[in-house]
């Protein structure tokens, strides 16, 4: 079974801070997505990567960066963070499906409290 | 209106029961089709694809409506394991490298024994 790993569970920082959240997977896969998740707004796309040192603005970049240094790790980077991004980030990684389109793994989130 | 709209809910369905649920979708050139679940502080995961011809995993099926732009997918025989929000997700792909996965804000199911 893939697996997407995310460094931290739960993490409580201060407004201004640099937060780095890791995402790891072990399948090899091409493509690599970050999305935010809110109550009664679903997921939205932050960044995604179709290669090692490719990102793609996804609908909801504004605040955040990216790296994806080697295949299997792609990192979400809040420069300086803000209490409006208080949300749980969910990392994937997919394979394409027989139609072609993107089926994605998640890795379990990182729920930020931003203080 | 929202690219992918889904009913809320909370749906409340005694065990055993059959459910159906839909979700719309706006844009008529979208592609791929799915069903993600998604239970209670856990990230989603893929349930099934939705095809065309429309397809059955168990008790269960999906359904895609091009003409009317709707994906449905029916329970049968609801178990108190089926408890969990499901999330409609349609993917656009013009052209390759600019594909748009758009999820919907998921209806929650709960069985009640």
């Known amino acids: 079974d893939v697996k997407v790993t995310q460094s931290s569970r739960y993490l409580v920082k201060r407004t201004g801070e640099k937060v780095f959240l890791e995402c790891v997977q072990d399948?090899?896969?091409?493509?690599m997505f970050w999305y935010r998740q809110d109550p009664g707004l679903g997921l939205r796309l932050i960044y995604f990567?179709?290669?090692?040192?490719?990102?793609e603005k996804g609908d909801i970049p504004e605040g955040y960066s990216v790296s994806r240094e080697k295949k299997e790790r792609f990192s979400l980077i809040l420069e300086s963070a803000s209490t409006n991004q208080t949300s749980m980030y969910l990392c994937?990684?997919?394979?394409?499906?027989?139609?072609?389109?993107?089926?994605?793994?998640f890795g379990a989130g990182s729920r930020l409290t931003v203080l | 209106r929202k690219e992918v709209e889904q009913d809320p809910g909370p749906f409340n369905v005694p065990e055993g029961a059959t459910v159906a649920f839909n979700c719309t979708y706006s844009n008529s050139a979208s592609q791929s089709f799915f069903w993600y679940r998604q239970d209670c502080r856990k990230e989603p995961k893929l349930l099934m694809s939705?095809?065309?011809s429309g397809n059955e995993d168990g008790r269960f099926t999906a359904q895609l409506n091009r003409a009317s732009q709707y994906i449905s997918l029916l329970i049968r025989d609801s178990k108190l394991s089926d408890s969990a929000t499901y999330l409609c997700v349609v993917n656009f792909n013009p052209n390759f490298g600019n594909e748009k996965l758009t999820f919907g804000t998921g209806t929650r199911l709960t069985i009640i024994p």
């Open positions: 994937a990684s997919s394979q394409l499906s027989r139609t072609g389109a993107n089926v994605l793994t």
């Open positions: 990567s179709y290669d090692v040192k490719m990102k």
């Open positions: 939705v095809y065309s």
């Open positions: 399948m090899d896969h091409e493509n």
